[in-house]
């Protein structure tokens, strides 16, 4: 975090956030700031670097209770507590895979723990004779160091139960952390699945080493074995999929469906931690469904960067739901990493392993209620080529220099979408042979991106187009130097995905023209603005 505005510092140097409450909203706050003129808490450290997140978190907290407040004032109901399911897997398995880890540790020390075997020869051991022997090759503890293990042993063991017989997990914090951030869960040290977590991870200590203290006294104690494989986490299911099979001629995700892979998998990582692909259900993914349809579309940058579950936390009543189809469309995603990860033999060790986003999975989208693209209207049209541009040769900057002019032109006359018209090169725009009519080529030849399959498509040129001068401006290009494979506009920069950054969807004349546009109830026009 680059600044941390409401950040000071007490008289001793520990850190807090500190933010003022406007005074119209005190009377309001939840407790316990309620008639405060501050909303006060440690940040528990007086290191900057280690403020970062409790600062992010304490942020989070004070802008939801500013929200809740500004509720109350205006008489609305609090926004009710979403029931979602937590990301923790069961807390028996938690407990299972922390004893087993805290056993397995206690091997490796029974046989290859004594630091003076792993450190030292016998030739620097001979050099100080006042030491006592030991056999620096035997895997075994020596008498010494078993002593001092044993000691080790009998005080953590009564400081763990006490701690358990104090229902105070505190103990086991940075072991409870640890585990999760192994695991790519989420780490939320005021919610009460993080303390449960913490719990279930301080009995495994207490188990585990009264299991050690057993052993230390020659009893036989097994150390359970690791879970069955559950494949790969989402993570390197993620990455074994974004590079493909490696064969010559298999397909590879293109960089806008990348762009929404990213997005696909960082919010299912967000709900459910970077989960194994086996332990990832039909439930889990309906879970994820449920609650990614609840996050609305075209959020502010500052509610975007949001993770999921904090996300929901807010009231994002303002903002329009994602369509159906678009969360079928991020489940079409997972799925598709699911199906490669399986076909690569990754999940072979999963039993009865079946596609959590599979058949089942899909919301049921309502074809008489999808929404038709908005027109524009003959004013928005009238406002558009009303600018500068066309009345007196403008050209905006961020425009795209000619693109500003024909892009609008392009779109209203071919109907071909804006990203595809931007992509364009000169070869792009050529003459039928056969015919003698010029055509527009929308492919992806030249690492082109288009919709889907069937958008490859060659558009007849408007013969107002041709009369006003499109075929002229092209041949200004070729005279000018530019090779038949350059774009069709050199000042339109591309984006990671090859759409134009100053013309993918709109140029900023035409953006321009449409917020100073009167709102028109006349029919639409026949011009999308899509």
């Not at 600062?55 to 929200?67: G, M, Q």
């Not at 493909?244 to 960089?255: D, I, M, T, V």
């Amino acid at each position: 975090m680059a600044r941390m505005a409401y950040r000071t510092t007490d008289r001793n140097g520990t850190l807090y956030f500190r933010r003022v409450i406007p005074a119209e909203l005190r009377p309001f706050m939840p407790a316990p700031w309620t008639g405060k003129a501050n909303w006060t808490k440690s940040l528990g450290t007086k290191e900057a670097r280690k403020a970062v997140q409790p600062y992010a978190r304490c942020l989070s907290d004070c802008e939801a209770d500013f929200t809740a407040a500004e509720r109350a004032k205006r008489g609305e109901k609090p926004i009710a507590a979403s029931h979602r399911r937590s990301a923790m897997p069961p807390l028996e398995e938690i407990e299972a895979d922390v004893l087993a880890e805290l056993l397995a540790a206690d091997d490796a020390a029974r046989t290859d723990g004594d630091a003076r075997k792993q450190l030292q020869t016998a030739e620097e051991r001979a050099c100080l004779p006042h030491l006592e022997a030991i056999a620096l090759g035997g895997r075994w503890m020596e008498e010494d160091f078993f002593e001092g293990y044993g000691e080790e042993l009998e005080l953590l063991h009564g400081d763990y139960a006490r701690a358990l017989a104090r229902q105070n997990p505190q103990a086991v914090d940075a072991e409870c952390r640890a585990f999760l951030r192994r695991r790519g869960l989420p780490i939320e040290p005021d919610s009460g699945d993080y303390r449960e977590a913490a719990l279930a991870v301080l009995r495994a200590h207490v188990r585990a080493y009264e299991a050690k203290l057993e052993r230390h006294r020659g009893k036989v104690i097994a150390t359970p074995a690791p879970r069955r494989g559950r494949g790969p986490t989402l993570s390197e299911a993620y990455a074994a999929w974004r590079s493909g099979s490696g064969a010559r001629g298999s397909k590879k995700p293109g960089e806008r469906t990348l762009l929404e892979a990213d997005y696909a998998v960082r919010r299912l990582t967000e709900w459910h931690g970077d989960i194994r692909l086996g332990d990832l259900t039909r439930e889990k993914a309906r879970d994820f469904r449920d609650n990614l349809a609840r996050v609305p579309t075209r959020l502010p940058g500052d509610l975007k960067r949001l993770p999921m579950r904090d996300l929901l936390k807010r009231d994002l009543g303002a903002y329009a739901p994602q369509h159906a189809a678009t969360i079928n469309k991020t489940l079409n995603i997972l799925a598709a990493i699911a199906n490669h990860a399986e076909a690569a033999g990754s999940l072979d060790g999963v039993p009865d392993f079946k596609n959590p986003f599979g058949k089942g999975t899909k919301l049921v989208v309502d074809a008489r209620a999808e929404e038709k693209r908005q027109s524009f209207s003959p004013g928005d049209l009238k406002a558009i080529f009303g600018t500068g541009v066309y009345q007196s040769g403008e050209r905006p900057r961020g425009g795209g220099g000619e693109a500003a002019f024909w892009l609008p032109l392009l779109a209203l006359l071919s109907g071909a979408r804006q990203g595809e018209l931007a992509q364009l090169r000169i070869m792009d725009l050529a003459q039928d042979r056969e015919v003698g009519v010029w055509l527009l080529d929308i492919s992806t030849a030249g690492g082109r991106s288009i919709k889907t399959a069937s958008s490859r498509r060659k558009i007849p040129v408007h013969p107002e187009l041709e009369r006003i001068g499109l075929l002229r401006y092209r041949q200004s290009l070729l005279d000018s130097g530019a090779k038949p494979d350059a774009s069709l506009w050199p000042h339109v920069e591309a984006d990671r995905t090859g759409h134009g950054r100053n013309g993918s969807t709109d140029t900023c004349a035409t953006r321009q023209a449409l917020r100073t546009a009167p709102r028109c109830s006349t029919p639409s026009g026949t011009a999308s603005r899509s």
